[in-house]
């Protein structure tokens, strides 16, 4: 993604100072004097060896430009949806503007994301990650840019983060669901790498495994670009197979799935099946019965990472000595408890 020559090995190569160099690949040498034999034998060697300038150096020579970025995996997706509506609330009463952009959980598309903002001099990032780009997301935190990571992060990386405790949240549900005398409580999620969705699993197994023997077979992993037809099936098994009563899904976009493949197979919630949900949708309290959820707090993920990105910016003084401790927040979701669970 990024250049590996620098100006200081142009410099070195062509026995110049590193300020010519970089005056006269910023279209400065006429300007200072540099002879135009000088500026051709630079010229010449960048071009030879495929060099780019280094957006984060351009990035600080330009000082504020009153813009952040936002890297979301989809603007469609309601959870980034609402963040990134706190965020650009939050971004202009601090009299900036936020460009968006959308991953798709692709790291190639993310990588090229970053490198774009740069060359729109964004003062700041917030990405919510791929966790794809080890590569990137390091270079931006040894080179002192200004970012912050929302939802996902970098365990082995030391940055600036804002995340829900997803442990905890499937944690509770499970339990719950547990006390009301529900004793086989099945779980549905999507195949996934991301440590969010790992850690709502490992809630899930941390509360079943002490109360159901073989809960493995109670787990089910569904393609994200499947899911929706991989659905009755996985619920015919659980239900009529493996004698569920209760249901845990992992995020909210399953949960409208399997409501749908519920009523088809004629099964009543919660009469038969009591069902809760990891993160909601707007709908999730209208619809009959209303779903029991475990509300991620996304007004705070938003405002609390704008709020440690321009803490950052503020902070911003010699990026060459500059050491700063990392804003690392964990925030706990709220659990609303509703009909759907049958108390």
Known sequence: MYNKISLKDIAKELNLSKTAVSLVLNNKGDANNISRPTQERIYAYAKKKNYKPNEIARWLSLGKTKTIGLIIPRISDSFYANIASYIE????????????????????????????????????????????????????????????????????????????????????????????????????????????????????????ELHTENHNELVKSLDYEKFESQMDESLSDLIFFKKID??????????????????????????KVAIASFSELSEFDLVNPPITVMRQPVKDIGNTAVDILFSELNELKDVKTMERTKKQRVLEPEFLIRKSCGS
Request: net charge positive; hydrophobic share 40%.
């Open 89 to 208: 609330r939050r971004a202009m009463e601090m009299g900036y503007t936020v460009f968006f952009s959308s991953s798709n959980e692709d790291p190639k598309k993310e990588a090229t994301l970053i490198q774009s903002m740069f060359s729109r001099q964004v003062e700041g990032l917030i990405i919510a990650s791929t966790q794809k780009n080890h590569a990137e997301i390091k270079y931006l935190k040894d080179n002192n840019l200004p970012f912050v990571l929302i939802d996902r992060h970098y365990p082995d990386i030391d940055t600036n983060f804002v995340v829900v405790n997803n442990y905890s949240g499937a944690n509770r549900i499970t339990k719950h669901l547990l006390k009301l005398a529900r004793k086989r409580v099945g779980f549905i999620t999507i195949k996934s790498d991301l440590k969010a969705m790992k850690e709502r699993l490992r809630g899930y197994v941390e509360a079943i």
């Open 246 to 271: 209760a249901l845990v899904f992992s995020t909210h976009f399953l949960v409208r799935a399997g409501i749908r493949s519920l009523k088809r197979l004629g099964i009543e919630i919660p009469a």
